[in-house]
């Protein structure tokens, strides 16, 4: 008899917060698998780097999977600016000893959501791998537990006015994966701005003093210095460690269900996730910034629980406390 402990497929762009996620993930989550897709940088770098990552964390033992180069439809858009040429600037980190598996990430997905109850897929990436998967086999949207996502925003974008970069690189992917009737949650970056660190967090890095954390401070060090900001805005922001954070403690993120829609056609809109606010129940108009007393006809069902509201201070405990368990 199977044992129906939750276990989980990670789909990521390494990436400096997803390798933050990573480290998380590792520590808490049953992983069966990681599987890479391009987006922050190249398939083979963010390959790479996931390789690495996982022998920082002596974690080998979990198989990497390679999966799409590019986007269903629009050409690959790249983050350079934010992760550096391999994805992973800032920490000196050796080629990694270790390679992908020889299966597609794709068939990976598919394959083990069949063998397996209750997998749950955690995405910090573009979705083109998981929109291949549900294209290759559609019956997998009736048995995948649900989908965290680090995606979309419920207000403004990051590559765009409108959109974030995530779903931005491949719209229609998202599109196939928001409308597949797999439960959702979503991570947005109204959301995930709330997971902000900057160079205090790198001295509570140096002061855990592992491996780990250290490998975690030149990979904030970089990253941080890459945003561009001046103080005191000067940081970043650990976007899909609250994927994984939400996978580990449903408590640490308050969220609404709602309709989430991705915008394919629009000339200034393309990739943004259009947000069904109106029916979210009855919000305190007082606190609730988004309330309006008018209720309009009803839209359409939800498809996504939608996060609000980070516990910032348990968040960065789980994270820190995580990193400092790593010897
Ligand atoms: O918009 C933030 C997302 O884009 C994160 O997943 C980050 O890693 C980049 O991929
Ligand atoms: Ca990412």
Redesign the pocket.
Known sequence: MENHVKKYIMD???????AVALILAAKHLDLLGVTTVS??QTLDKVTTNALKILEVIGRTDIPVYQGSENPWIQKLET?PQ??GESGLDGPRVPAPTTKPQSMHAVNFIVETVNKHQQLSLIA???LTNLASALQMDHTISERIEEIFI??GSLTYG??TPAA???IY?DPEAAYKVFNSGVPIRLCG?NL?RQAFVNEKDLKVLEDINNPVSLFCRDLLDFFISSGGRKAPFKGA?L??VCAVAWAIDPTLIKAVDMHVQVELQGKFTRGMTVCDYRHTGDQDPKTDVNHDPILPPRGESPNCTVGLELDVERFFKLLYGTIESYQ
């Open positions: 990521c762009d390494p990436g400096h917060d997803d987006g922050n983050a934010f992760h910090t990436g573009p680090m995606g990051n590559w974030e970069f995530n690189v970056l995930t922001v976007h899909d």
